[in-house]
């Protein structure tokens, strides 16, 4: 029988862990009061024609959490378990990973309540442009720049930035980031969040003095994030012993051949019967002793229920808010560093400011300076959260949340309270 597990809402947490860096700043009240509300939160219900002649209605959000130090940036997903406590917990995230970085942006997100997997392609551009429609109210270049995030994609970009485009009657392309190439995206962008979490799992692999040739490491989700870590970890001479997706997961204590895994799952669909790898589910997974166990799927799946059983000496968070508050706590005690979203995962959201800034130039880097700029940003933030973390005896999320709250609500004070 299932156990049932009760975990706080997203935005709960997310807001637990403000608290707890404002606590540690002594943020005066009112500013705690301003930093801990969304700006703006838009809600829209829209009909769909479908291929078959029907109509549906949808649901939709965008959220902008904060916007004193840029334009808000955040993604957009496609999920039936969509939610606005979610999607408000996930601008949240966005305001503090850009802070964190030192990027000139707020933070956003979007989702539309939908099961991708049952639209047909027709259907998926309709709705998407539609959506684009609706919430094109508050998003543009210099006030809030959409991007990517679970089941969207490339093309759901390039249809959003096309429609924006016909509205104003001219090319708009720095309205999204995560665009295909040839309509001004940028080289590097795909890969971007996978290479953030690889320079970030290196360097606290160097701060735990973990020898990271050979290290164990244990990834929960194939996607794009987990998949493009697992390569780049791999080629690094990481062991990747333990991988899932949605499906199951699988486990090779000698190390998954993952180009291999990458060329089963473009046939298969799953990593299960992957040969040479054993079948197990995706609870054991977290649980298999590892030096590095990185989870890069969903919110929430470390919990107060089974933290006491991961077996990692090193916790990086690829996923958004994969670890609860409760299970924080259980880590901090068990001396196991957790190394936070905002900076592991914010590699996706630097590349995404590069492909902002080259859309208004007019002009294109080449992937080597993509990466070599991104390798340096991360580096100087890995850098900065490590040293705070050291200095003031503090969890590394708390070091990243001290950095990132800390410019933010410095901007919100510059700016005061209008009028
Ligand atoms: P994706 O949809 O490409 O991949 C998600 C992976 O997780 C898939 O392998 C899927 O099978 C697996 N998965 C889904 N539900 C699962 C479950 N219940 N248990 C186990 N595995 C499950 O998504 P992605 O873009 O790789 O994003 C993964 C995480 O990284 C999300 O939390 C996302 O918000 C975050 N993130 C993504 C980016 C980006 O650039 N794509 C940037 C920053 C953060």
Redesign the pocket.
């Known amino acids: 029988m299932a156990i049932e597990v009760e975990k706080p809402s997203f935005y709960e947490s997310a807001l637990k862990q403000f608290d707890l860096a404002a606590d540690i700043l002594s943020l005066p009240p009112d500013l705690r009061m301003v930093l801990r509300m969304p700006k703006r939160e838009l809600t829209v219900n829209f009909p769909v024609r479908m291929d078959d002649g029907s109509v549906k209605m949808y649901t939709g959000y965008r959220v902008q959490h904060n916007m004193n130090a840029g334009p808000a940036k955040g ?1 957009i ?1 496609y999920s039936p378990e969509v939610s606005l406590d979610e999607v408000r917990a ?1 601008a949240m995230l966005m305001t503090w990973k850009c802070a964190v970085l030192g990027i000139p942006y707020g933070g956003a997100k979007g989702g539309v309540i939908v099961d991708r997997r049952l639209l047909s392609r027709m259907e998926l551009e309709r709705l998407t442009r539609r959506y684009a429609t609706e919430i094109s109210v508050i998003i543009g270049p210099d006030l809030d720049i959409p ?5 969207t994609d490339g093309q759901v970009m390039a249809w959003i930035m096309d429609t924006l485009s016909m509205h104003h009657g001219r090319n708009v392309p720095a309205v999204v980031t ?1 665009k295909p190439i040839a309509i001004g995206g940028s080289r590097g962008r795909v890969e ?2 996978g290479r953030g979490v690889y320079i970030v799992a290196r360097e606290a692999a160097k701060h735990e003095n973990i020898p990271f040739e050979g290290a164990k490491v244990v990834i ?7 998949s493009v870590s697992a390569k780049l970890l791999h080629e690094a001479g990481c062991k990747i012993i333990g991988l ?4 199951g997961a699988i486990y090779d204590p000698n190390g998954i051949n993952i180009p291999l895994a990458l060329q089963y799952i473009k046939e298969h669909g799953k990593l299960s019967g992957l040969p040479g790898s054993q079948d197990i589910n ?1 609870d054991q997974l977290l649980e298999i002793p590892c030096d590095i166990l990185i989870p ?4 929430g ?1 470390l919990h107060r229920n089974n933290a006491e059983k991961v077996s990692a000496k090193l916790i990086v968070e ?5 670890t609860t508050p409760e299970a924080d706590v259980i880590f901090e005690r068990r001396r196991i560093p957790v190394i936070p ?1 905002i900076l592991t ?1 914010a590699g ?2 630097t590349v995404s400011y590069f492909e902002w800034v080259q859309d208004r130039e007019n002009f294109f880097w080449s992937e080597k300076r993509v990466n070599d700029q991104l390798e340096e940003m991360m580096a100087d933030s890995i850098k900065n959260v490590f040293s705070r973390a050291d200095t003031m005896n503090i969890s590394m999320r708390m070091a990243a949340y001290v950095v990132a709250v800390s410019r933010v609500a410095e901007a919100t004070e510059f700016r005061g309270i209008y009028p």
């Open positions: 993604g997903r996930l991007a990517p995030d679970v089941n995560g971007a969040t929960q989700g194939f996607g794009n994030v987990g899932s997706d949605i499906y995706n890069a799927a969903i919110e799946v690829a996923a958004n808010g994969p979203d995962n996706g959201v």
